[in-house]
């Protein structure tokens, strides 16, 4: 059996002001043709795996938006978590639901707010990541192939040179390294040994239960317990009582950076995690000025700028390398070199007990 577990709690705080704690980025519409991302994600699937068999982890707040944007995955794989603990906790309790099913399942885990624009060559990639984790307990990853030296990734330095017999374009990971400074992304880049950190992974559920077993034991009891109440009536109760004892612990630190027998498939599928507003950039068509535009706009003398407004007349005159982006309540003008700060306005917000705007 193939199952696949997506990651949808997250809040897309860097999206703000369009991403709100109501309807957070997997829920938006960020490509023309007017689909929501969790929605392209459960799209791409469809020559992987059935509709039953695809869980989606989120929280309570977001139960209805994920059945009202994918109706046809099961209410009952709807699997929500009584408070956020990052992603070690998560990908366990989805483990421990479809182990309760088949423990030999092999387990795709995705992001819900990724943006493919190839989807067969992401097809034929997890199809090999499925070779991979068939025998034994291998576990894989996808790593995305870096075009420029990215500090706001994870990279997975690999070993050259096909390491399974008869599964090409698979390698042995050597290490996973956290978010370099630029020096150290340019020397990743240059040495063509090191591929970004995409947090797809690919194994079976009794392989990652193992682990967990193993490197994170406190974890891995507690959720033997939540397991025990899994289809019974106690199932809510011990899940609240459960879960909110687990330390928090992101699946890298906690199991991929401990763990052998880890391989990796370079993913060479138009891959964007949409992390910030200059992913627009990426993902739409700029003008001949470089302007990426959308809505009610007039640009003068701009050029290299991103502008995402809707029935309100936005004018700009004599600006470059900026991002303005206009939503009923609140507005965001800021530099291209300030995009990662979206996140203090956010902090400032929580601060100033403005919850209205969050």
């Known amino acids: ?19 709100r704690i109501n309807s957070p980025k997997q829920f938006l519409s960020l490509t023309d043709d007017g ?18 068999n695809i869980y989606v982890v989120t929280n309570e707040l977001y139960k209805g938006l994920v059945n009202e944007h ?33 423990p030999e399942s092999k387990m795709i885990v995705l992001p819900a707010d990724h943006l493919i624009k ?25 790593g995305i192939t870096p075009n420029y030296p990215e500090t706001g990734y994870g990279y997975i330095n690999f070993k050259r040179g096909d390491s399974l017999p008869n599964i090409k374009n698979v390698y042995e990971v050597l290490k996973f390294e956290e978010k370099p400074n ?44 939540i397991a025990t109440s899994i289809g019974t009536n106690d199932y809510e109760k011990v899940l609240k009582e459960e879960f909110v004892k687990l330390p928090s612990e992101s699946i890298d630190y906690g199991v991929m950076e401990k763990a ?33 535009i959308n809505g009610n706009v007039i640009s003068i003398k701009t050029k290299n700028t991103v502008v995402q407004g809707g ?6 005159i004599g ?27 956010i902090n400032n917000l929580k601060i100033c007990n403005r919850t209205e705007y969050l």
């Open 1 to 19: 059996m193939i199952s696949v577990v997506i990651m949808a709690g997250g809040k897309g705080e860097r999206f703000w002001p369009k991403s």
């Open 35 to 52: 689909k929501s991302m969790i929605q392209h994600t459960v799209e791409r699937l469809k020559d992987i795996v059935e509709f039953e």
């Open 70 to 102: 994918i109706p046809e995955i099961p209410k009952e794989n709807i699997i929500v978590e009584p408070v956020a603990k990052n992603t070690a906790p998560c990908i366990g309790l989805a483990a421990i639901h479809i182990a309760k099913k088949d």
């Open 118 to 142: 190839f989807n067969e060559i992401f097809t034929d990639t997890l199809r090999t990541a499925l070779d991979v984790v068939e025998n034994g307990d291998n576990l894989a990853t996808i």
């Open 182 to 225: 630029i020096e150290k992304a340019k020397e990743y880049l240059a040495s063509g040994q090191y591929l970004w950190n995409s947090g797809m992974f690919i194994w079976k559920a009794s392989t990652i239960l193992k682990c967990f077993k193993e490197f994170l034991p406190e974890i891995y009891s507690g959720l033997q317990v």
């Open 260 to 292: 052998e027998n880890i391989y990796v498939i370079p993913g060479n599928f138009g891959w964007d995690d949409v992390g910030s507003w200059l992913s627009i950039e990426r993902i739409k068509k700029s003008n001949q000025d470089g302007n990426v």
């Open 311 to 316: 029935k309100k007349l936005i004018a700009t």
């Open 319 to 345: 600006l470059e390398d900026m991002i303005i982006v206009d939503t009923e309540d609140a507005i965001l003008i800021c530099n291209k070199d300030n995009t990662q700060e979206v996140k203090e306005v």
